[in-house]
């Protein structure tokens, strides 16, 4: 079957109808371009006409007297709080506008009479927007898009958190988390000063009293640590010095107390306006029986819930305030406050007086003579005192005997002979206890020799013996140790101590150097209490050492004592 074609008319007809449906497509398009040119003229137009008014009031307001527009600068400004959005038909702002514009276009000031214009109130618009916390449910559970289950569990949640900022405030305000009142330090203080601290049973070796010890600090303390410890932290909380018992700076702990008070008021006070700008915000919303809520703005609230809100927020304002208080009550340490208005006031009623606090708890343990210690005697119904030093001292010539002879024998070599120590086993314990409190005479009844002559003296019975002398060495340099005599090495090195009351080693040991066998010598220093009992005939005797003898003595530190028995003829 051949193809059909189209013939010459056939085509021209076509053509034809393509160019008449385009002109028609032209056509619709400059009428549509025509009317929107038409709508841009018109809005011109009335924009030209609101700018003409607009001109035209403004002239008047500036022509206006001076006397008549007295008033009208006095006019009240308010602040509105706008919770809807300002696009609101019902708003303030759009009133206004729409009141502006609506008047018809005026004829040039010039040729117009001036006409009194009404006093406008200068409104200020301020957005208050609800924190998204567990405070605000109150205002928004059933207004948004939430199940019953989502709205039961922000009300429980509400409940919780009220609940729990109830339960921190109380504890923050128990006396167990506030600790006791600092005032009680001073009658602690007090009660150790006059009992222990002045104690001669607790005097060291040093011969110093606790309480000094205490005060100035020393580390080597094994007794009221408790109160040294306190000490330290009044001087370094006030900035004190060990004798010093006035505050008269601005201590870094006093400061550091006002930088939390501050920080911590700070973040309540922060609180306390985002409280009150929810309650104002909330006020201001005009109040209906049914809350109207439009695209995220409150146009209306019903009373319930403003009631709920408020009560809400209530409860709020005192959590807070019962926080502020409690955190600058725990800061200051202490246990009363009337008002809290500025950061001046916890530093007057709260601070300083806890730093005046410490400065009297200081007085109390270190304040006044520190240099004695006492013993009550219950026979004689005597208190007595001794007088001990005011310090430990820098220097090895200003410790006591004790510390000189433990100085000299802590870091010796043990296998060595001691210098100022009379040394006994831990087997032979009783011995030690009988030495630690026999008194002079005892003991110069156990030593029945003249030490010098026997053992310093050329011709002695143990001259030149090496396992005894340093025996008498050692009784020797334990004579010179009183007086500062430390490296005496024979009795002439004493001789002048001789006659003192307090000498009796001395005599003891250098009994023919001092004079013990001298008839014309004072009786009072032959006394067994003052010196070692010494016969006439002590220059001339026959030794007979027994089986214990002086050389069974043991050369090293376990060494006690000159355990003799010598027969004189």
């Given at each position: 079957?051949?193809?059909?074609?189209?013939?010459?008319?056939?085509?021209?007809?076509?053509?034809?109808?393509?160019?008449?449906?385009?002109?028609?497509?032209?056509?619709?398009?400059?009428?549509?371009?025509?009317d929107l040119?038409?709508?841009l003229?018109?809005?011109?137009?009335?924009?030209?006409?609101?700018?003409?008014?607009?001109?035209t009031?403004?002239?008047?307001?500036?022509?206006?007297?001076?006397a008549?527009?007295?008033?009208?600068?006095?006019?009240?400004?308010?602040?509105?709080?706008?919770?809807?959005?300002?696009?609101?038909?019902?708003?303030?702002?759009?009133?206004?506008?729409?009141?502006?514009?609506?008047?018809?276009?005026?004829?040039?000031a010039?040729?117009?009479?001036?006409?009194?214009?009404?006093?406008?109130?200068?409104?200020?618009?301020?957005?208050?927007?609800?924190?998204?916390?567990?405070?605000?449910?109150?205002?928004?559970?059933?207004?948004?898009?939430?199940?019953?289950?989502?709205?039961?569990?922000?009300?429980?949640?509400?409940?919780?958190?009220?609940?729990?900022?109830?339960?921190?405030?109380?504890i923050?305000?128990?006396?167990?988390?506030?600790?006791?009142?600092f005032?009680?330090?001073?009658?602690?203080?007090?009660?150790?000063r006059t009992?222990?601290?002045h104690?001669?049973?607790?005097?060291?070796?040093?011969?110093?009293?606790?309480?000094t010890?205490?005060?100035?600090?020393?580390?080597?303390?094994i007794?009221?640590?408790i109160?040294?410890?306190?000490?330290?932290?009044?001087n370094?909380?006030?900035?004190?010095?060990t004798?010093?018992?006035?505050?008269d700076?601005?201590?870094?702990g006093t400061?550091?107390?006002?930088?939390?008070?501050?920080?911590?008021?700070?973040?309540?006070?922060?609180?306390?306006?985002?409280?009150?700008l929810?309650?104002?915000?909330?006020?201001?919303?005009?109040?209906s029986?049914?809350?109207?809520?439009?695209?995220?703005?409150?146009?209306?609230?019903?009373w319930?819930?403003?009631v709920?809100?408020?009560?809400?927020?209530?409860?709020?304002?005192?959590v807070?305030?019962?926080?502020l208080?409690?955190g600058?009550?725990?800061?200051?340490?202490?246990?009363?406050?009337?008002?809290?208005?500025?950061?001046i006031?916890?530093?007057m009623?709260l601070?300083?007086?806890?730093?005046?606090?410490?400065?009297?708890v200081?007085?109390l343990l270190?304040?006044?003579n520190?240099?004695?210690?006492?013993?009550?005697?219950?026979?004689?119904?005597?208190?007595?005192?001794?007088?001990?030093?005011?310090?430990?001292?820098?220097?090895?010539?200003?410790?006591?005997?004790?510390?000189?002879a433990?100085?000299?024998?802590a870091?010796?070599?043990?296998?060595?002979y001691?210098?100022?120590?009379?040394?006994?086993?831990?087997?032979?314990?009783?011995q030690?206890?009988?030495?630690?409190?026999?008194?002079?005479?005892?003991?110069?009844?156990?030593?029945?020799?003249?030490?010098?002559?026997?053992?310093?003296?050329?011709?002695?019975?143990?001259?030149?013996?090496?396992?005894?002398?340093p025996?008498?060495?050692l009784?020797?340099?334990?004579a010179?140790?009183p007086?500062g005599e430390?490296?005496?090495?024979?009795?002439?090195?004493?001789?002048k101590?001789?006659?003192?009351?307090?000498?009796?080693?001395?005599?003891?040991?250098?009994g023919?150097?001092?004079?013990?066998?001298?008839?014309?010598?004072?009786?009072?220093?032959?006394?067994?209490?003052?010196?070692?009992?010494?016969?006439d005939?002590c220059?001339?005797?026959?030794?007979?050492?027994n089986?214990?003898?002086?050389?069974?003595?043991?050369?090293?530190?376990?060494?006690s004592?000159?355990?003799?028995?010598?027969?004189?003829?």
């Open positions: 079957m051949p193809t059909p074609t189209l013939t010459n008319d056939e085509q021209f007809w076509e053509l034809l109808r393509q160019e008449v449906r385009l002109e028609l497509q032209k056509t619709q398009v400059d009428e549509s371009v025509k040119r038409w709508e003229l018109q809005l011109r137009q009335e924009v030209q006409s609101d700018l003409q008014s607009m001109n009031r403004l002239g008047a307001l500036e022509m206006k007297p001076l008549s527009g007295a008033s009208g600068d006095k006019s009240a400004r308010h602040s509105i709080w706008k919770v809807a959005s300002d696009g609101e038909p019902n708003s303030n702002k759009h009133c206004n506008f729409s009141n502006f514009t609506n008047n018809s276009a005026s004829p040039p010039s040729t117009i009479p001036v006409e009194e214009v009404e006093e406008t109130e200068e409104m200020e618009e301020i957005s208050v927007s609800f924190e998204e916390s567990a405070w605000s449910i109150p205002m928004v559970i059933g207004l948004v898009r939430a199940g019953r289950f989502d709205m039961v569990y922000a009300i429980v949640l509400l409940l919780v958190n009220c609940a729990m900022q109830i339960m921190f405030a109380l923050l305000l128990d006396e167990g988390f506030m600790g006791e009142d005032e009680t330090q001073k009658q602690n203080a007090q009660t150790w009992s222990v601290a104690d001669y049973k607790y005097m060291d070796l040093a011969e110093t009293s606790l309480v010890r205490v005060c100035s600090g020393d580390g080597a303390l007794l009221s640590t109160q040294a410890t306190l000490i330290e932290q009044i370094n909380y006030l900035r004190l010095g004798d010093q018992f006035e505050q700076q601005f201590g870094p400061l550091l107390c006002m930088l939390c008070i501050l920080l911590w008021s700070l973040c309540v006070f922060k609180e306390f306006r985002h409280i009150w929810a309650v104002a915000g909330a006020m201001n919303i005009p109040k029986k049914r809350t109207v809520f439009t695209e995220g703005a409150f146009e209306r609230i019903s319930g819930r403003f709920v809100f408020l009560a809400t927020n209530f409860a709020r304002v005192a807070a305030s019962v926080l208080v409690a600058i009550l725990w800061l200051a340490r202490i246990q009363c406050i009337t008002l809290i208005l500025t950061i006031v916890p530093y009623l601070v300083k007086p806890f730093g005046e606090t410490m400065v009297e200081k007085e270190c304040g006044g520190q240099t004695f210690v006492i013993f009550h005697n219950a026979d004689t119904q005597m208190t007595n005192g001794l007088v001990t030093r005011p310090s430990r001292g820098g220097n090895l010539y200003n410790l006591s005997i004790s510390e000189i433990v100085n000299a024998h870091f010796r070599d043990p296998d060595l001691p210098r100022y120590i009379s040394f006994q086993p831990m087997d032979n314990f009783d030690f206890e009988e030495e630690r409190t026999q008194d002079m005479a005892t003991w110069a009844d156990s030593a029945s020799i003249c030490i010098e002559t026997a053992i310093f003296t050329p011709g002695g019975a143990f001259f030149g013996d090496e396992s005894i002398r025996v008498g060495e009784i020797v340099r334990s010179g140790l007086f430390l490296e005496a090495s024979d009795c002439s090195m004493l001789q101590y001789c006659r003192r009351s307090d000498a009796r080693l001395v005599r003891f040991a250098c023919q150097t001092c004079g013990c066998t001298d008839v014309n010598s004072p009786p009072w220093y032959k006394e067994k209490g003052e010196n070692v009992l010494i016969r005939d220059h001339a005797f026959d030794l007979g050492v089986s214990v003898g002086l050389r069974s003595i043991n050369p090293i530190p376990a060494v004592r000159i355990d003799i028995t010598l027969q004189i003829r």
